[in-house]
């Protein structure tokens, strides 16, 4: 676990501001650029876990890559370069204050109000008489707050509060809505369902971006689609790739994130558990085998890779 990332303050050219975000480490360069550097620790309840696990951040780096890569038709997004496993370089936008959450299934969040008799969730109304894990008809869309602890949020309020215009709020549904479809379909094709996901997104010169990462298992959630009829007819729970199962055992272990609650102590023998999770679902949602690369000396690999793509991209532009 010593060789995970935890994550540094790299020195870079032209640097103007840097932010350590929960997983994610933000560099912006020459007001231009956005450097994002994904690390190996590993979040839940709005918390940072006092561990590391290994690759998880090329796990996400490079699952996140190829679904920009393959929903680049719908909407632009932010990413130019891959220059390291572990790190995205892209646009600098002003990012939304909020996160589309698209939910195809009850579950998760939205299944743990419904349970608790609660019909109402981001100003929509669900039917009575749903069960865990039950298909929606169509799609919906549940936003939350993008801060320190994210919230759920109306489209209404999101009006209300200014956080988009009418106009800026319909594109970003119309766009999350066209990426959960394009997901659900890259997804299928790997015998796995894309459950539910949250997308973000920014502006640039007017122009609306993707941003962030996408259709990875800290930001989606994936069932078996072999195995999903039987489970749910059988009220048992669903085999899924997701970070869901990270959620239910620090609940089980009595941690939700909650003022007073102690974080339970997560060996490395579980945390190697977790590394393999995220590799499975890298393998089964892209189709290939994850290589691991050498993490002897990662920050300085991460450093040299970032600074010799600058060099030549300042050299050709």
Same mark, same amino acid.
């Given at each position: 676990?010593?060789?995970?990332?935890?994550?540094?303050?790299?020195?870079?050219?032209?640097?103007?501001?840097?932010?350590?975000?929960?997983?994610?480490?933000?560099?912006?360069?020459?007001?231009?650029?956005?450097?994002?550097?994904?690390?190996?620790r590993i979040s839940a309840f709005d918390k940072v876990?006092?561990?590391?696990?290994?690759?998880?951040?090329?796990?996400?780096?490079?699952?996140?890559?190829?679904?920009?890569?393959?929903?680049?038709?719908?909407?632009?997004?932010?990413?130019?370069?891959?220059?390291?496993?572990?790190?995205?370089?892209?646009?600098?936008?002003?990012?939304?204050?909020?996160?589309?959450?698209?939910?195809?299934?009850?579950?998760?969040?939205?299944?743990?109000?419904?349970?608790?008799?609660?019909?109402?969730?981001?100003?929509?109304?669900?039917?009575?008489?749903?069960?865990?894990?039950?298909?929606?008809?169509?799609?919906?869309i549940t936003p939350t707050t993008k801060d320190e602890?994210?919230?759920?949020?109306?489209?209404?309020?999101?009006?209300?509060?200014?956080?988009?215009?009418?106009?800026?709020?319909?594109?970003?549904?119309?766009?999350?809505?066209?990426?959960?479809?394009?997901?659900?379909?890259?997804?299928?094709?790997?015998?796995?369902?894309?459950?539910?996901?949250?997308?973000?997104? $920014? +502006?640039?010169?007017? *122009? =609306?971006?993707? &941003?962030? /990462?996408?259709?990875?298992?800290?930001? @989606?959630?994936?069932?078996? !689609?072999?195995?999903?009829?039987?489970?749910?007819?059988?009220?048992?729970?669903?085999?899924?790739?997701?970070?869901?199962?990270?959620?239910?055992?620090?609940?089980?272990?009595?941690?939700? $994130? +909650?003022?007073?609650? *102690? =974080?339970?102590? &997560?060996? /490395?023998?579980?945390?190697?558990?977790? @590394?393999?999770?995220?590799? !499975?679902?890298?393998?089964?949602?892209?189709?290939?085998?994850?290589?691991?690369?050498?993490?002897?000396?990662?920050?300085?690999?991460?450093?040299?890779?970032?600074?010799?793509?600058?060099?030549?991209?300042?050299?050709?532009?």
């Open positions: 676990m010593k060789k995970s990332l935890i994550g540094r303050n790299f020195k870079f050219e032209n640097l103007n501001t840097s932010y350590k975000g929960k997983v994610r480490d933000l560099y912006k360069v020459a007001n231009e650029y956005l450097i994002m550097v994904v690390s190996d876990l006092p561990i590391k696990i290994n690759y998880k951040g090329e796990v996400l780096n490079q699952i996140a890559s190829k679904f920009l890569d393959a929903t680049s038709d719908i909407v632009p997004n932010w990413k130019i370069a891959v220059p390291d496993p572990m790190v995205t370089i892209g646009h600098l936008v002003v990012p939304f204050k909020i996160e589309m959450v698209v939910r195809g299934y009850l579950t998760g969040h939205a299944w743990r109000i419904y349970k608790n008799g609660d019909r109402e969730i981001c100003g929509l109304i669900l039917p009575d008489g749903m069960k865990e894990n039950q298909k929606f008809e169509s799609p919906i602890h994210d919230e759920d949020i109306s489209k209404e309020e999101i009006l209300k509060r200014g956080l988009a215009t009418k106009q800026e709020y319909e594109a970003l549904e119309k766009y999350s809505l066209e990426l959960f479809q394009r997901g659900t379909e890259i997804a299928k094709k790997r015998g796995l369902i894309l459950v539910d996901t949250k997308y973000e997104f $920014g +502006k640039k010169n007017g *122009k =609306i971006y993707l &941003i962030d /990462e996408i259709h990875t298992p800290d930001s @989606s959630r994936f069932f078996y !689609e072999s195995t999903y009829k039987e489970n749910f007819e059988k009220n048992k729970k669903q085999r899924q790739l997701s970070k869901e199962f990270l959620r239910i055992w620090l609940m089980e272990n009595n941690f939700q $994130g +909650k003022e007073g609650e *102690k =974080i339970p102590e &997560i060996t /490395e023998e579980f945390a190697n558990k977790i @590394s393999e999770r995220y590799i !499975e679902l890298y393998e089964n949602i892209t189709g290939e085998l994850f290589k691991k690369t050498d993490i002897s000396n990662l920050e300085k690999r991460i450093e040299n890779n970032i600074n010799n793509w600058f060099l030549d991209f300042y050299k050709k532009h």
